[in-house]
């Protein structure tokens, strides 16, 4: 579904679908090897170059190539042997994020500073309402 307007997407989420294509081919690459060729080739035209060498990088590392071989030892090249090492890279596990507000001290100050004013002003009125009275 969100293929078919891939190239209408803002690059950020054009990025983050070679991510997840990434992802679905690590995880389960007999299924979504055929979606993931596709949305590497779709960002292979993309206007914006980091889009591009970004979908080159991700497609060497995951499907590396038979070229990628060095001729003396058939041994994976460079690419190879980070091929080894992608579901550390793209799985790992991370830490969920911590929800805080920047306000939140702000926000404490604000409601004692409420407090003291309502206080103050409440004596405030005692005290003028007895001076106007007289004793």
């Known amino acids: 579904m969100f ?3 891939f190239v209408a997407q803002e690059d950020i989420v054009k990025l983050q679908i070679l ?3 990434t992802k679905l081919s690590i995880t389960n690459p007999k299924q979504t090897r055929l979606l993931c060729q ?3 080739n779709l960002a292979k035209y993309d206007q914006n170059y980091d889009i591009r060498d970004r979908a080159r990088f991700l497609r060497q590392l995951i499907m590396p190539s038979a070229g990628a071989l060095t001729a003396e030892d058939k041994a994976p090249a460079a690419s190879g042997a980070l091929t080894k090492h992608v579901k550390k890279i793209f799985l790992a596990t991370k830490p969920a994020p911590v929800l805080e ?3 939140k001290g702000l926000y404490s100050l604000c409601i004692l500073l409420n ?4 206080a103050v002003t409440g004596i405030v009125n005692t005290l003028v309402s007895l001076v106007v ?3």
């Open 38 to 40: 596709y949305v590497f």
């Open 115 to 118: 407090n003291i004013i309502t």
């Open 101 to 103: 507000s920047k306000f």
């Open 3 to 5: 293929l078919y307007c």
């Open 19 to 21: 991510n997840l294509a």
């Open 133 to 135: 009275k007289g004793p």
